[in-house]
């Protein structure tokens, strides 16, 4: 993997474009975060900061979606309110572009195309999300 994100500077520079968008989205959730306890809002803003924890993963993608939901399942480690609002993000996750999806399909194909490949392919999703259940 890091042969791949290294492997050319156009590909290092995605990495690290990637990394600040990591550290950023989770940098101002930590933020926020500090600035509820500066103001001492106590529990009073976790339903808000919960739901924006959700968003944060689902816009950073899969791989934190999956985290979330490892989350959403783990009541020794993350409070009840939090779970309650990462579960979601077992059954109700953003649907991912088809075109995205079959572009990433094709270049691990290695130059195949789908219709090759596949009998038959569909756009329309069986289902948007995996559950952990």
């Known amino acids: 993997m890091a042969k791949t994100a290294?492997?050319?500077?156009?590909?290092?520079?995605?990495?690290?474009?990637?990394?600040?968008?990591?550290v950023?989205?989770?940098?101002?959730?930590?933020?926020?975060?500090?600035?509820?306890?500066?103001?001492?809002?106590?529990d009073s803003n976790v339903p808000a900061r919960a739901a924006q924890i959700r968003d944060v993963l689902c816009a950073l993608g899969p791989t934190y979606i999956k985290a979330g939901q490892v989350l959403?399942?783990?009541?020794?480690?993350v409070r009840a309110d939090y779970m309650e609002e990462l579960a979601t993000l077992q059954d109700d996750v953003p649907?991912?572009?088809?075109?995205?999806?079959?572009?990433?399909?094709?270049?691990e194909l290695k130059g195949r195309t789908l219709e090759e490949v596949y009998e038959a392919i569909t756009?329309?999703?069986?289902?948007?999300?995996?559950?952990?259940r």
């Open 95 to 107: 649907a991912f572009p088809n075109a995205q999806a079959f572009a990433i399909m094709e270049r």
């Open 6 to 22: 290294l492997a050319n500077p156009a590909q290092a520079a995605l990495t690290v474009v990637r990394g600040l968008e990591v």
């Open 24 to 42: 950023t989205r989770l940098g101002f959730y930590a933020a926020g975060l500090a600035v509820d306890r500066l103001l001492g809002l106590g």
């Open 123 to 132: 756009p329309k999703p069986v289902r948007r999300g995996s559950a952990l």
């Open 72 to 77: 959403a399942s783990r009541p020794d480690i």
